[in-house]
């Protein structure tokens, strides 16, 4: 088995080193002061261009500017909001097919974690010409033939003519909490990662729509405190495990005729994906089951509302759904899988037939980037080079000629021209801050953009340790690792030990990747004299279908094993203090630190658990049934692994901290697990944020709050003394 430590220095500073060295300090963390540069977002555009959204501090102004892949200069301005009449500034922009036109967006307000309405407007390039499509909608998009901008408002879908500005309400049906058109609801957004549920076809002719009956999904409510004399309530719909989900159908609506048509896809339970193919006439919408392991691919006549079945894949345990689906020129399509046990890239003809299977091996495709038609050539990224390194490759359509095309160690993600001409490629590691650098798409590298010397330069002013990557053999799996250790460690002396961990399904905490903000703060903790610590135990991914989907039926169980089993190992180490061991995580991760600390009580002296779920019975049917079926299935993989129900085991130092107005795992879990606590009579310390979300991040101070906190407990009860 390759070392991992073998890709990251391991060499210590000397205790004399350190004395000129500066202490890191929580508000340098959240102040921005170890922030890496970065780049702004680019747009791919047609051709060897990208557009990029600048802002001008001198002129207040904001514009759309195109600059050239091969030479990253700038070439032209397209639009400036110093010149337009009626828009002062805008925050989003978007181009049509032939990008002789844009949609630009102004006056956002957040709903979920996606979503978002906004004021947009349609810019005309050629005529500079600036028209207002509606205030307060979400998801504008041009049709394919540039007469049409579909819409949603008001749960409903509306088409402006951009020749007559005359607008068509599509639908007529939305409420609030009752029914909505063409906008994902709660849970759809939240798991399966989209908000805009209408697409138009190759020609503008139909458009393809999902319809979320949500009636008779159970209401979740939130005291939002505010700042006003009274609190107000945020109510949504709100699937928890086993209850009902909205009902979700598939409906075509035709320009020609101004009709709809409900389309039957058969018996099914989510429509997480639509797509239209290469033909115009036909629409693939993917389906699954409720336990998420029978997938299919329907095709869709949107004239004749018929279907027919494309690709049918079932799995033991549960299939991931993405956005992978690449149809070709002639309809082929490419498409990933795990049914070898890895992921990896496939090719089907149009009738659903495979072709080939293009990536094969013990490693997985970690992201798909496209398929170059003319070079018939796929690049993807992989762990060909282990798994916590990120490579991206070159193949061609028949499994041949793989090129590796980037640096061999390290993460490196790729962001493509439109023509996969060129890719931007970031590279970072665990002793490399992110690298910014222009690549061909043959593998060479043309310029480098953004290195972020100074920020290393930086930070070597400050009480760094290296992480020290390994593996460690627990449970009969080797488990990859990391350990940071205080710069004038002495094996001879006894260190506490912090674990941290998120643990959840085809998760990876454990990466040769450069610092988070939990990096500096566990490298500050280390130089207060504790030793910190990462595994990823089972149930993590990019190991296997196998090594990830163990945990199926019995989220908690395995995990929970595996990091109180690596605790025991590690404190048999003579420079680990048995009787100061502690463990900490947010949301999976913090599930997982107070099972610990009352399943693995003989070990764990401290633990902090930030906006943990204490039962999968209060989380979202998509996430909690595709790794646990429904509680009526499978309730003992409910309670057996919910701390709610262990309270009583509770010995050491325990800190739990929740935001009020968290949508994702609400505040209710933590709420049960403190009235546990209180009926096992056991003490503890909690941490309620009023109104923050799952994040925990908006407000002044907020984070830095939190981190001094958890600092201080830990600081108390996890010591070196």
């Known amino acids: 088995m390759l070392l991992l430590t073998s890709y990251i220095s391991t060499a210590q500073t000397t205790p004399k080193q350190t004395s000129n060295l500066k202490e890191i300090t929580l508000e340098e963390i959240w102040n921005g002061t170890f922030s890496a540069e970065r780049m702004n977002s680019l747009n791919s555009m047609n051709g060897d261009f990208y557009a990029v959204l600048d802002y001008n501090r001198q002129t207040r102004s904001v514009s759309v500017d195109k600059y050239s892949y091969k030479t990253l200069e700038k070439v032209e301005t397209i639009v400036n909001s110093a010149n337009l009449n009626g828009l002062n500034s805008f925050s989003s922009y978007s181009f049509n097919n032939d990008e002789t036109k844009l949609i630009l967006g102004t006056n956002f307000k957040k709903i979920y974690r996606h979503s978002f309405k906004g004021t947009f407007y349609a810019y005309d390039i050629a005529s500079k010409s600036l028209t207002l499509i509606e205030e307060n909608i979400q998801e504008p998009v041009f049709s394919p033939d540039n007469k049409n901008i579909a819409y949603a408002k008001d749960n409903n879908i509306f088409i402006k003519n951009l020749a007559s500005n005359n607008i068509t309400q599509v639908t007529n049906d939305g409420k609030i909490n009752e029914v909505i058109n063409g906008i994902t609801d709660w849970v759809y957004e939240e798991e399966f990662a989209f908000v805009r549920a209408f697409e138009w076809n190759k020609t503008g002719t139909h458009l393809a729509f999902l319809r979320f009956d949500e009636t008779n999904v159970p209401t979740f409510s939130m005291d ?168 991206v490759y070159a193949i061609n359509l028949k499994g041949k000629h793989k090129e590796l095309l980037s640096n061999v160690n390290g993460q490196n993600t790729a962001a493509f021209s439109k023509n996969l001409n060129f890719f931007i490629n970031t590279h970072s590691s665990a002793n490399t801050p992110p690298v910014y650098s222009l690549y061909t798409a043959k593998g060479k590298m043309l310029k480098v953009i953004k290195d972020n010397v100074a920020l290393k330069e930086r930070l070597s002013a400050y009480k760094m340790s290296p992480k020290e990557f390994s593996t460690i053999n627990i449970n009969g799996n080797d488990l990859n690792m990391w350990m940071v250790k205080p710069l004038d460690f002495d094996e001879t002396k006894k260190y506490p030990l912090l674990m941290f961990q998120y643990s959840g399904p085809g998760s990876q905490q454990v990466g040769n990747t450069w610092n988070g903000s939990n990096d500096y703060w566990h490298n500050m903790l280390a130089q207060k004299g504790i030793i910190v610590v990462c595994i990823d135990g089972r149930g993590t991914g990019y190991k296997g279908a196998d090594f990830k989907k163990v945990t199926q039926k019995e989220l908690g169980k395995y995990e929970v094993e595996d990091q109180i089993a690596a605790a025991k190992k590690l404190v048999e180490r003579s420079y680990i203090d048995k009787n100061n061991v502690g463990i900490w995580g947010w949301s999976f991760g913090g599930f997982m630190s107070t099972n610990c600390i009352l399943k693995g009580n003989d070990v764990f002296t401290t633990a902090i658990a930030v906006a943990p779920v204490t039962s999968w019975r209060f989380y979202d049917s998509v996430y909690t049934e595709r790794y646990m079926q429904t509680p009526q299935e499978n309730a003992s993989g409910y309670d057996d692994n919910s701390p709610i129900n262990y309270a009583d085991k509770l010995k050491g130092n325990y800190l739990l901290v929740h935001g009020t107005g968290d949508d994702n795992v609400h505040v209710q879990n933590s709420y049960r697990m403190i009235n546990s606590l209180i009926e096992a009579n056991k003490q503890f310390d909690m941490f309620i944020v009023p109104d923050r979300t799952h994040g925990i991040y908006k407000g002044r101070n907020t984070r830095l709050n939190l981190f001094t906190k958890m600092t201080n407990f830990i600081d108390a009860n996890l010591n070196n003394k």
């Open 224 to 391: 939002i405190v505010g700042t006003e004399l009274y609190p107000t309530q945020q109510v949504f719909k709100y699937p928890k495990a086993g209850e009902k989900n909205a009902d979700v159908t598939l409906h075509m609506y035709t320009l020609s005729t101004a009709s709809t048509k409900k389309i039957s896809l058969g018996d099914y339970e989510y429509i997480p994906r639509i797509k239209w193919s290469n033909d115009a006439d036909v629409l693939v919408a993917t389906t699954l089951n409720r336990h998420q392991n029978n997938l299919k691919l329907h095709k869709v006549n949107p004239v004749k509302a018929t279907t027919v079945l494309l690709l049918n894949e079932t799995d033991k345990a549960y299939i991931d759904i993405t956005d992978n689906l690449t149809f070709l020129a002639d309809n082929s399509f490419i498409w990933t899988s795990e049914k070898d046990g890895y992921n990896h890239i496939y090719h089907y003809d149009f009738n659903g037939k495979l072709i080939n299977q293009i990536t094969k091996g013990n490693w997985e495709v970690t992201n798909y980037y496209g398929f170059n038609e003319k070079k018939k050539t796929i690049y993807y990224q992989s762990i060909e080079n282990g798994s916590i390194n990120r490579g």
